[in-house]
């Protein structure tokens, strides 16, 4: 039965030497990490441990070095810096593959640091809205840490961690860390109404975060019966649940229901999953599987990238060979997930240009030692504010054709050239 102590009292528990994995997103445990932090000086070379951290990653900032030292499986805005000056490490994983690193024993957890909601009469407390690999940390430690937090909503699915499970509990009451969604940009308009027309009655939704997936949730609003099996929902979706365009009737496993590994959206949304049967959470080796994704019919993902060169080949997750910008999250599970879906797509969406315009984010080729996030032979759509790219199916010439038209007027006569240089024809 877990020991109810404080913050100061449960960090102590924390050794040299320890790997730590911290709940990924709205499940990092704020009161935790602080009480750690303020006890940096007592640790040598721990290891932290997470994907996309919302809070300022201070153990990962100058004057930490041995003390802390940071393995990323997702940079975030908290982590680039270190990871770019070299004082953090970046381990690549798809997201649903995550939890094997800590159930087969790659990344051996002895201390897991989560966010639960309080528990039920019978003792059981939920992860909420943050499933994902937490669930395997916490069933893999050596040792289990827990904030008991009331803002933490009860979620269904496969979500209850028992106080027996727990080793040390602290009730710390915060509110979660909330996504405020600004009014979406013309581009993002435009890129939002270009992935829509992609999407129609009945289909299965997956939706990263950011403008765009909230924009194209924007005009969805004709569409009827769709679901979602998605890694994570953000604010965008509310309105289509409330007026009932997303209702789950059409789906093939999952009937009527709902399934995601986390959120990362505002109070509206957590509340509207609280005690809520009709969503469901469960662990992201499930949610995320491939195999799984692809069991929905017309199951339809939609993500951004931060570049596409003329083969088809997406850069996701870094600006260049020495800066992470995040990781492959659950960008590559969805995209195969939709290639196994009876009637799937697969859509990858993002904005012409990047530097205020003056870079293309649609580029001849990429430089030597970028790495690349998914290959070409992966890719179904790329959509810009210009237009939609059809690849499935296309050959070299007509892939970079289908490009060029949707890149940024200003780049497509440098694009032009290199082409026919490729392909010895004019364009």
């Known amino acids: 039965m877990a020991q109810f102590v404080s913050a100061q009292e449960a960090v102590k528990h924390i050794k040299s030497g320890d790997r730590v994995v911290l709940a990924h997103s709205i499940g990092e445990p704020q009161a935790l990490v602080n009480?750690?932090?303020?006890n940096y000086k007592s640790y040598k070379d721990v290891e932290i441990c997470h994907m996309l951290a919302l809070g300022p990653c201070k153990y990962a900032q100058p004057g930490m070095e041995g003390h802390f030292r940071h393995n990323s499986l997702f940079a975030g805005p908290g982590s680039r810096q270190a990871?770019?000056?070299?004082?953090?490490?970046?381990?690549?994983?798809?997201?649903?593959?995550?939890?094997?690193?800590?159930?087969?024993?790659?990344?051996?957890?002895?201390v897991a640091m989560v966010t639960v909601s309080p528990p039920d009469e019978h003792g059981y407390c939920t992860l909420g809205v943050a499933v994902d690999y937490s669930k395997a940390a916490v069933d893999n430690a050596k040792i289990v840490i827990a904030q008991v937090n009331k803002y933490m909503p009860k979620t269904y699915g496969d979500t209850l961690v028992h106080l027996n499970d727990i080793d040390f509990a602290v009730e710390?009451?915060?509110?979660?860390?909330?996504?405020?969604s600004p009014a979406n940009t013309e581009i993002e308009d435009k890129i939002g109404a270009n992935c829509a027309s992609l999407i129609k009655d009945g289909d299965c939704l997956q939706l990263g975060i950011g403008g765009i997936p909230n924009a194209v949730l924007s005009y969805l609003g004709d569409k009827n019966d769709m679901g979602i099996h998605s890694e994570m929902l953000s604010n965008g979706v509310m309105d289509l649940l409330e007026k009932g365009n997303i209702n789950n009737s059409?789906?093939?496993?999952?009937?009527g229901k709902s399934i995601v590994t986390f959120l990362y959206a505002g109070e509206k949304l957590y509340n509207y999953v609280n005690n809520n049967p009709s969503v469901e959470f469960y662990p992201v080796d499930y949610v995320n599987n491939p195999c799984v994704v692809g069991q929905n019919d017309n199951l339809v993902s939609v993500n951004s990238a931060l570049s596409v060169d003329l083969w088809g080949q997406v850069v996701a997750d870094n600006v260049n060979e020495v800066r992470q910008y995040s990781g492959a999250g659950g960008f590559v599970d969805f995209v195969r997930g939709a290639s196994f879906s009876k009637g799937g797509r697969s859509i990858i969406a993002m904005p012409s240009t990047a530097a205020g315009g003056k870079a293309s984010r649609i580029?001849?080729?990429?430089?030597?030692?970028?790495?690349?996030?998914?290959?070409?032979?992966?890719?179904?759509?790329?959509?810009?504010?210009?237009?939609?790219?059809?690849?499935?199916?296309?050959?070299?010439?007509?892939?970079?054709?289908?490009?060029?038209?949707?890149?940024?007027?200003?780049?497509r006569d440098g694009m032009k050239e290199k082409y026919e240089k490729r392909f010895l024809e004019k364009y």
């Open 83 to 110: 990871l770019a000056e070299r004082r953090a490490d970046f381990t690549p994983v798809y997201f649903f593959e995550t939890p094997r690193l800590f159930k087969n024993g790659y990344l051996p957890v002895d």
């Open 363 to 411: 580029v001849p080729e990429f430089e030597a030692g970028r790495p690349i996030t998914l290959s070409r032979f992966d890719v179904d759509y790329i959509v810009t504010e210009y237009g939609v790219a059809p690849l499935r199916g296309k050959n070299w010439r007509e892939r970079s054709r289908s490009l060029i038209e949707i890149a940024h007027p200003d780049f």
């Open 35 to 38: 009480a750690m932090m303020d």
């Open 250 to 255: 059409k789906k093939t496993i999952h009937l």
């Open 172 to 180: 710390c009451d915060e509110p979660l860390f909330a996504l405020n």
